[in-house]
Every structure is written in structure tokens, then in C-alpha cells.
């Protein structure tokens, strides 16, 4: 299951894009919500300049399952925004809550590098793969001393 990043990362050839490139390849089913796919066309559009006709044609292709966000889902992401975020120390937002409430509820490994994102899935028992970030960096959980 991708989160935005995941799949931005994917599309930008970024560090982590070989990892999702693999995962795609996989065979597996690869999950990700709309809520999620829809921040990735923004910023792919906004930022990097792509068209909505050259990101329909790539995305198509991938094969990725869309899931949508029924009430229960919604309930449950907006549970969990409501209990770890913090503005400065777990700033998640409510579509990484979205993709942490299908991965909690589909027992399925989120692919992320958002820190704040991997700390809550973390914290909630749940199942991740850590991406490199944009400069190569791989968070990891905080052990107590």
C-alpha cells in the first residue's frame, strides 16, 4: 500500500523510486486511496509541470488498486489525526491518516518516508517500509534508553 509520497517519489525519480519501482513490479496487489493519488496529481501537476493527460496515461498503466473512503475509514482516519498529531512534533495530515486507517484495516504494509506517518503506524502496532527521503535518509523508530 503506497501512500502520496511513495508514488510522488515513484514518478519523480527520487531515492526511493527503484523501491517502489520493485514493488509496483511485484505482482502483488499495490493499494493506495484516492484521497492519496489525488495529492499526488496536485503536486505532480502544481509542481512539476505534468499534464492530468500524461499522469492518467502513467498511472493507468501501474495497476494500482484506488480505493475510496467510505464513512468508516473516514471515522477511523480522522481517529487517529485526532490522537497523534501535533503541529510541530507529528504534523500528519488527514490524507496520511486516510492511508494509515486502510493499511491498520487491511493488516497491509504502508510505503512511506513521511516520519510523522511511519511514527504513527509505528505507535499503532501497524505494518511499514521505511523509503529513503529526498536526500537518502531512512527513519527508524526511537528506541528509549
Do not use: K
Request: net charge negative.
Amino acid at each position: 500500500m503506497l501512500d502520496a509520497y511513495a508514488l510522488e517519489a515513484y514518478l519523480s525519480l527520487e531515492p526511493a523510486a527503484p523501491l517502489v519501482r520493485d514493488l509496483i513490479l511485484s505482482g502483488q496487489q499495490v493499494l493506495i486511496t484516492g484521497v492519496n493519488l489525488a495529492e499526488v496529481v496536485d503536486r505532480m501537476i502544481r509542481v512539476n509541470g505534468a499534464t492530468r493527460e500524461e499522469l492518467e496515461n502513467d498511472l493507468v498503466g501501474l495497476g494500482l488498486n484506488v480505493t475510496g473512503v467510505d464513512a468508516s475509514m473516514a471515522f477511523d482516519a480522522a481517529s487517529l489525526r485526532a490522537g497523534h498529531y501535533h503541529r510541530t512534533r507529528r504534523a500528519v495530515s488527514l490524507a496520511d491518516c486516510c492511508a494509515a486507517a486502510l493499511a491498520l484495516d487491511r493488516d497491509a504494509p504502508l510505503v512511506t518516508s513521511d516520519p510523522a506517518l511511519l511514527a504513527l503506524l509505528h505507535d499503532e502496532g501497524g505494518r511499514y517500509v521505511a523509503l529513503p527521503d529526498s536526500e537518502g535518509g531512512v527513519w527508524a523508530p526511537v528506541t528509549p534508553a
